[in-house]
Nanobody, 125 residues
Framework: QVQVVESGGGLVQPGGSLRLSCAAS????????MGWFRQAPGQHREFVAA????????YYGDAVKGRFTISRDNAKNTMYLQMNSLKPEDTAVYYC??????????????????WGQGTQVTVSS
């Protein structure tokens, strides 16, 4: 069973940048599609970005397209989310997730079966 742990959250001013990391262990990390989701207080969990097992394909939610970049380094068993031009509405707990076997690239949370504990991102002046 793969396990994932997020890091890199924090407080940043509007217009600033943060990079989140997701360290994975357990079953072969390089064989999994991976994704980032986020959840703000009182809101449903929202898809942020996803990446194929080899990093060759990516997919972004409309709210972050053009500002966020997802990437992965299979040699380090780590996935990243570079977040630029952050806005107050990006404030949320960000979750890393590993997709179920056979899922290549997905924005649907039920197609992910391993989730981290989340890392808080707060965008405020």
């Amino acid at each position: 069973q793969v396990q994932v742990v997020e890091s890199g959250g924090g407080l940043v001013q509007p217009g600033g940048s943060l990079r989140l990391s997701c360290a994975a262990s357990g079953r072969t990390f390089s064989g999994n599609g991976m994704g980032w989701f986020r959840q703000a207080p009182g809101q449903h969990r929202e898809f942020v970005a996803a990446i194929t097992w080899n990093g060759g394909g990516t997919y972004y939610g409309d709210a972050v397209k053009g500002r966020f970049t997802i990437s992965r380094d299979n040699a380090k068993n780590t996935m990243y989310l570079q977040m630029n031009s952050l806005k107050p509405e990006d404030t949320a707990v960000y979750y890393c997730a590993a997709a179920r076997p056979g899922i290549v690239l997905s924005s649907v949370s039920r197609e992910y079966d391993v989730w981290g504990q989340g890392t808080q991102v707060t965008v405020s002046s």
